[in-house]
């Protein structure tokens, strides 16, 4: 099955495993926080890598990205992404300490910890709804401008598909307002793989 086919109905199966997945990543981070957090409804959509840039704006746009290789029966990669504030306060509250937007090696290793307990959190929700065997790989981050960051998926998988799930997901803990969006990036073969696993012929 082609990807650029995809009906109405299978778009949904994805969106709902966007919506489980990216519900119990926040509820994985509101534990590591030790925090409430509220989350609204993710948008989730296939998108093209073309249409990456439309989401962060100007390709100068400084973003911080985190980087996992996805393994197992699913091949592919995850991009999980914050807006320079976003990714500020989170460093802030998690350790306490004020890093106004300037991100040293203890600051990067938060934002890896937030990064890998989401992603995995993601991860292991999409494995039990698939019923299939997936692992990332440790994170890598990034902080630079999303032109940039979103080269490194293009030009892996550029060649093997050119299809993208993407999830944003906006959240707050009292009244800040975090943005935060995931991607997840399979392969051609492992897209109709976890559509497989889900019933779709």
Not at 28 to 33: G, N, Q
Request: charged share 20%; proline share 3%; hydrophobic share 45%.
């Amino acid at each position: 099955m082609e990807i650029e086919n995809l009906n109405n109905k299978y778009l949904d199966i994805l969106k709902e495993l966007g919506n489980i997945g990216a519900g119990n990543a926040i509820t994985a981070l509101a534990t590591m926080l030790n925090q409430k957090i509220d989350m609204k409804i993710p948008k989730v959509k296939i998108m093209d890598f073309t249409q990456l840039q439309e989401i962060f704006g100007l390709p100068e746009t400084i973003i911080a990205g985190i980087y996992f290789n996805l393994e197992g029966s699913i091949n592919g990669n995850i991009l999980f992404s914050l807006d320079i504030e976003s990714a500020a306060f989170l460093v802030e509250y998690l350790m306490g300490v004020k890093v106004n937007n300037k991100f040293d090696e203890m600051a990067k290793s938060a934002l890896q910890e937030i990064g890998n307990i989401m992603a995995g959190s993601y991860i292991s929700s999409l494995s039990t709804l698939t019923s299939l065997s997936m692992k990332i790989s440790p994170p890598a981050i990034c902080i630079d401008m999303a032109g940039a960051i979103l080269s490194v998926p293009a030009i892996k998988f550029g060649e093997l598909s050119d299809k993208i799930l993407f999830i944003e997901t906006q959240f707050s803990e009292g009244n800040k307002q975090i943005q935060g969006d995931f991607f997840l990036i399979p392969d051609i073969d492992s897209f109709n793989l976890i559509l497989d696993s889900l019933g779709v012929e």
